[in-house]
């Protein structure tokens, strides 16, 4: 006799390329498909992470909010689908979708919800407006959920001071699929010529959208700093608006450097583009656990990151790390690692994979959230 597998339903605010859309899309890609069902619903758009997760075969719906805009209508649209979808569990990813997740909640049957912490500290600006007053609305409302899911020491510890007291708090870290991601020789010969960089030109890159907390200023200075030592060194952004057509991006980049730097956009391909570089790098001011950070580790990559959210925790004594907006430090801790011998580079790489095979494996993940899913709608059927 087979058991009804059981419903998830993930309500996330967007489906944009980001970390928490991403680590969604691999969660559903490793999951026990036939002890869990799971539909995903976006507030907004499909974006460019939505037709992914339709091509897994999984459902996909969408609202259509306008972003920071409330919509009542929107919202008794979600209350309609959470009760015509019946889920046993209903999993919420971002500030927003948090809230109209937790409230649809309780007019939908009140199937449990977990809640899905995915930063730390992102900057003053950002506890302030729309994002801060549904922060506080969050943390007045934070024993309403089931669990408080947090993937980084660093964001629980901001939401506690924002106050957060929610019935549970779960910690289950990014995870990566180090099969998926891993040193390739061919794809940096491959990507490298796509970019028209020799194979041995230091080639420094960051993935991140472009975004204030991302930290390009600080990565563009740094990119002034270092070539003055290292006129052959070459850099690589990826992401969305990481393109020749934003003249905010340009504006950050000195006519010096200007011929050094290489703006790809957004690509699908990051295994390969990490495989590409010699040193990866977040130079953000505000993270929790950044996806970009686990991915290039896994692809034997050194990352250099500022000390924010649990990186430094992350890296450990596999890569450097450095103060936020500290371009100096940032150039220099470059410089360290282009500098080391081959096979000392090589040992760092490889020490880099290894962290994250034995501390952030994606199949230990899975099964993290599976076993909370599991207790979740087991509490509701007891």
Same mark, same amino acid.
């Given at each position: 006799m087979t058991s009804t597998p059981i419903r998830l339903l993930h309500v996330i605010t967007g489906l944009n390329?980001?970390?928490a859309e991403t680590m969604l899309?691999?969660?559903?890609?490793?999951m026990d498909r036939g002890r869990f069902s799971s539909t995903v619903l976006s507030l907004t758009d499909e974006g460019q992470i939505g037709p992914r997760i339709s091509e897994l075969g999984f459902r996909v719906e969408t609202l259509g909010m306008r972003r920071r805009l409330p919509d009542p209508f929107s919202f008794l649209s979600l209350v309609?689908?959470?009760? $015509?979808?019946?889920?046993? &569990?209903?999993?919420?990813w971002l500030y927003h979708a948090d809230l109209l997740g937790c409230l649809a909640s309780r007019m939908a049957g009140q199937p449990p919800?977990?809640?899905n912490l995915r930063c730390s500290y992102m900057g003053a600006d950002y506890y302030r407006g729309m994002s801060g007053l549904v922060?506080?609305?969050l943390a007045r409302l934070s024993d309403l959920p089931a669990a408080v899911v947090y993937n980084s020491e660093a964001g629980r510890a901001l939401h506690v001071s924002l106050g957060y007291e929610p019935q549970r708090w779960v910690l289950i870290p990014n995870g990566f699929d180090t099969q998926q991601m891993h040193p390739d020789p061919d794809a940096r010969r491959r990507i $490298?010529?796509?970019?028209? &960089?020799?194979?041995?030109?230091?080639?420094?890159?960051?993935v991140a959208r472009f975004d204030t907390v991302k930290g390009h200023d600080t990565f563009l200075a740094a990119a002034g700093r270092l070539l003055r030592s290292r006129p052959e060194a070459k850099f690589l952004l990826v992401?969305?608006?990481?393109t020749t057509d934003n003249a905010e991006l340009r504006r950050m980049m000195p006519k010096a450097i200007q011929d050094a730097v290489i703006l790809l956009g957004e690509r699908r391909d990051i295994p390969d583009v990490n495989a590409a570089i010699d040193v990866a790098t977040c130079a953000s001011i505000g993270e929790g656990f950044p996806n970009v950070v686990g991915e290039a580790m896994a692809c034997g990559v050194p990352v250099v990151t500022t000390d924010?959210?649990?990186?430094?925790?992350i890296v450990d004594d596999t890569g450097r790390v450095v103060p936020p907006q500290d371009s100096e430090a940032m150039a220099n801790a470059w410089n360290e690692i282009l500098s080391l011998p081959a096979a000392a580079h090589t040992r760092l790489s490889m020490a880099a994979r290894a962290r994250i095979n034995e501390s952030y494996a994606l199949n230990d993940v899975v099964v993290r959230y599976e076993q909370l899913y599991g207790e979740l709608a087991g509490a509701t059927s007891s």
């Open positions: 390329t980001g970390g899309l691999k969660i559903l890609q490793g309609h689908k959470m009760r $015509r979808i019946r889920p046993h &569990v209903v999993q919420t919800v977990a809640w922060i506080r609305s $490298r010529g796509e970019i028209g &960089v020799a194979n041995d030109a230091p080639l420094v890159g960051m992401g969305a608006g990481c924010v959210g649990d990186c430094a925790e």
